[in-house]
Protein backbone atom coordinates (compact mmCIF):
# COMPACT_ATOMS: atom_id res chain seq x y z
CA UNK A 1 0.00 0.00 0.00
CA UNK A 2 1.17 3.72 -0.88
CA UNK A 3 -0.15 6.27 1.65
CA UNK A 4 0.01 9.62 0.21
CA UNK A 5 0.19 12.99 2.90
CA UNK A 6 -0.89 15.88 2.05
CA UNK A 7 -1.73 19.44 3.52
CA UNK A 8 -0.62 23.29 3.39
CA UNK A 9 2.82 24.21 3.72
CA UNK A 10 4.19 23.75 7.35
CA UNK A 11 1.60 21.56 8.52
CA UNK A 12 4.46 18.69 8.94
CA UNK A 13 4.04 16.41 5.87
CA UNK A 14 7.79 15.53 5.80
CA UNK A 15 8.15 14.97 9.29
CA UNK A 16 5.45 12.53 10.11
CA UNK A 17 6.19 11.25 6.42
CA UNK A 18 9.39 10.48 7.52
CA UNK A 19 8.76 9.16 11.23
CA UNK A 20 5.48 6.73 9.71
CA UNK A 21 8.24 5.10 6.74
CA UNK A 22 10.65 4.18 9.74
CA UNK A 23 7.55 2.86 11.86
CA UNK A 24 6.42 0.62 9.50
CA UNK A 25 9.37 -0.25 7.76
CA UNK A 26 8.20 1.53 4.41
CA UNK A 27 10.25 3.56 2.11
CA UNK A 28 10.34 7.38 2.32
CA UNK A 29 9.42 9.55 -0.50
CA UNK A 30 9.17 13.24 -0.13
CA UNK A 31 7.74 14.85 -3.66
CA UNK A 32 9.61 18.20 -3.48
CA UNK A 33 12.70 16.47 -3.03
CA UNK A 34 12.49 13.99 -5.52
CA UNK A 35 11.81 17.18 -7.95
CA UNK A 36 15.13 18.68 -6.65
CA UNK A 37 16.92 15.54 -7.20
CA UNK A 38 15.97 15.07 -10.70
CA UNK A 39 16.25 18.22 -11.96
CA UNK A 40 19.02 19.00 -10.03
CA UNK A 41 17.83 22.36 -8.35
CA UNK A 42 16.29 23.44 -5.11
CA UNK A 43 12.68 24.07 -5.23
CA UNK A 44 13.36 27.45 -4.59
CA UNK A 45 15.71 28.03 -7.92
CA UNK A 46 13.23 25.95 -10.02
CA UNK A 47 10.48 29.04 -9.04
CA UNK A 48 13.01 32.12 -9.32
CA UNK A 49 14.74 30.44 -12.63
CA UNK A 50 11.82 28.96 -14.59
CA UNK A 51 8.61 30.58 -12.34
CA UNK A 52 5.82 28.66 -10.77
CA UNK A 53 3.88 27.40 -14.02
CA UNK A 54 7.13 25.68 -15.10
CA UNK A 55 7.13 23.85 -11.64
CA UNK A 56 3.70 22.58 -11.50
CA UNK A 57 4.26 20.54 -14.62
CA UNK A 58 7.37 18.82 -13.15
CA UNK A 59 5.65 18.34 -10.16
CA UNK A 60 2.42 16.93 -12.06
CA UNK A 61 5.23 14.73 -14.19
CA UNK A 62 7.27 13.48 -10.98
CA UNK A 63 4.18 13.17 -9.10
CA UNK A 64 2.64 10.58 -11.99
CA UNK A 65 6.31 8.59 -11.97
CA UNK A 66 6.43 8.16 -8.47
CA UNK A 67 3.27 6.63 -8.35
CA UNK A 68 3.73 4.21 -11.00
CA UNK A 69 7.09 3.56 -10.19
CA UNK A 70 6.68 3.12 -6.27
CA UNK A 71 5.18 0.02 -3.63
CA UNK A 72 4.54 0.52 -0.53
CA UNK A 73 5.89 3.79 0.31
CA UNK A 74 5.18 6.99 2.17
CA UNK A 75 4.58 9.75 -0.07
CA UNK A 76 4.59 13.21 1.53
CA UNK A 77 3.01 15.56 -1.42
CA UNK A 78 3.84 19.18 -1.67
CA UNK A 79 1.73 22.08 -0.44
CA UNK A 80 -0.13 22.55 -3.76
CA UNK A 81 0.08 19.39 -5.47
CA UNK A 82 -3.30 18.17 -4.76
CA UNK A 83 -4.38 21.42 -6.31
CA UNK A 84 -3.55 21.49 -10.15
CA UNK A 85 -3.28 19.44 -13.16
CA UNK A 86 -5.91 16.84 -12.41
CA UNK A 87 -3.05 15.77 -9.78
CA UNK A 88 -5.68 14.74 -6.52
CA UNK A 89 -7.41 12.14 -9.22
CA UNK A 90 -4.48 10.26 -10.13
CA UNK A 91 -4.02 10.18 -6.56
CA UNK A 92 -7.21 9.05 -5.75
CA UNK A 93 -7.71 7.07 -8.62
CA UNK A 94 -4.01 5.20 -7.50
CA UNK A 95 -4.57 1.57 -6.88
CA UNK A 96 -4.01 0.52 -3.36
CA UNK A 97 -3.36 4.16 -2.30
CA UNK A 98 -4.52 5.85 1.06
CA UNK A 99 -4.68 9.40 1.56
CA UNK A 100 -4.47 11.79 4.64
CA UNK A 101 -4.97 15.46 4.75
CA UNK A 102 -2.91 16.84 7.58
CA UNK A 103 -5.20 19.61 8.92
CA UNK A 104 -3.00 22.57 10.87
CA UNK A 105 -5.13 25.74 12.28
CA UNK A 106 -4.45 29.10 10.30
CA UNK A 107 -2.74 30.57 13.80
CA UNK A 108 -0.02 27.09 14.15
CA UNK A 109 0.71 27.20 10.17
CA UNK A 110 1.54 31.09 10.60
CA UNK A 111 3.61 30.35 13.51
CA UNK A 112 5.67 27.43 11.59
CA UNK A 113 5.57 29.12 8.79
CA UNK A 114 6.92 32.85 9.64
CA UNK A 115 10.27 32.14 10.93
CA UNK A 116 11.27 29.61 7.75
CA UNK A 117 9.39 31.70 5.11
CA UNK A 118 12.43 32.30 3.07
CA UNK A 119 13.10 28.68 2.22
CA UNK A 120 9.26 29.05 0.48
CA UNK A 121 9.32 30.85 -3.15
CA UNK A 122 5.29 31.45 -2.22
CA UNK A 123 5.89 33.03 0.96
CA UNK A 124 8.91 34.59 0.96
CA UNK A 125 8.26 38.25 0.21
CA UNK A 126 5.83 38.37 2.74
CA UNK A 127 7.35 40.27 5.86
CA UNK A 128 4.41 40.31 8.45
CA UNK A 129 2.64 37.82 10.81
CA UNK A 130 -0.61 39.70 9.55
CA UNK A 131 0.11 39.61 6.00
CA UNK A 132 1.53 36.22 6.71
CA UNK A 133 -1.59 34.77 7.92
CA UNK A 134 -3.93 37.23 5.37
CA UNK A 135 -2.10 35.09 2.79
CA UNK A 136 -2.66 31.71 4.40
CA UNK A 137 -5.63 32.35 5.30
CA UNK A 138 -7.20 33.23 1.54
CA UNK A 139 -5.18 30.07 -0.05
CA UNK A 140 -6.44 27.95 2.59
CA UNK A 141 -9.41 28.58 1.24
CA UNK A 142 -8.70 27.75 -2.08
CA UNK A 143 -6.70 24.29 -1.47
CA UNK A 144 -9.25 22.90 1.11
CA UNK A 145 -11.51 22.18 -1.50
CA UNK A 146 -8.62 19.87 -2.88
CA UNK A 147 -7.34 18.54 0.78
CA UNK A 148 -10.76 17.85 1.93
CA UNK A 149 -11.15 15.23 -0.57
CA UNK A 150 -8.89 12.54 1.61
CA UNK A 151 -9.57 9.23 2.45
CA UNK A 152 -8.69 10.87 6.31
CA UNK A 153 -8.43 14.04 7.80
CA UNK A 154 -5.96 14.15 10.83
CA UNK A 155 -5.69 17.21 12.92
CA UNK A 156 -2.04 18.06 13.66
CA UNK A 157 -2.42 20.77 16.47
CA UNK A 158 -0.97 20.04 19.70
CA UNK A 159 -0.05 16.77 19.12
CA UNK A 160 3.81 15.58 18.05
CA UNK A 161 4.57 13.06 15.66
CA UNK A 162 4.38 10.80 16.86
CA UNK A 163 0.79 10.99 18.47
CA UNK A 164 0.24 11.77 14.86
CA UNK A 165 1.90 8.90 13.27
CA UNK A 166 -0.13 6.22 15.77
CA UNK A 167 -3.51 8.42 14.97
CA UNK A 168 -2.70 7.41 10.94
CA UNK A 169 -1.74 3.62 11.77
CA UNK A 170 -4.65 3.43 13.75
CA UNK A 171 -7.03 4.51 10.65
CA UNK A 172 -5.73 2.58 8.21
CA UNK A 173 -5.51 -1.09 10.52
C1 LIG B 1 4.21 24.67 -2.35
C2 LIG B 1 4.67 23.98 -1.26
C3 LIG B 1 6.05 23.52 -1.16
C4 LIG B 1 6.68 23.35 -2.55
C5 LIG B 1 6.53 24.60 -3.34
C6 LIG B 1 5.07 24.99 -3.53
C7 LIG B 1 2.78 25.09 -2.38
O1 LIG B 1 6.11 22.27 -0.46
O2 LIG B 1 6.12 22.27 -3.22
O3 LIG B 1 7.22 25.62 -2.70
O4 LIG B 1 2.27 25.41 -3.46
O5 LIG B 1 2.14 25.09 -1.31
P1 LIG B 1 5.89 22.12 1.16
O6 LIG B 1 4.42 22.04 1.40
O7 LIG B 1 6.58 20.84 1.46
O8 LIG B 1 6.54 23.31 1.79
Do not use: W
Request: aromatic share 10%; with cysteine.
Amino acid sequence: MNIVLMGYMGSGKSLVGNHLAQKLKYVYLDLDHYIEIQENKSIKDIFREHGEIYFRKKESLYLKEVLDKYEDTILSLGGGTPCFSGNLELIKDHENSKNIYLHTSLNELTNRLFAERNKRPLIAHLDTTDDLKDFVRKHLFERSFYYNQADYKVSTDQKDTNQISEEIISLLS
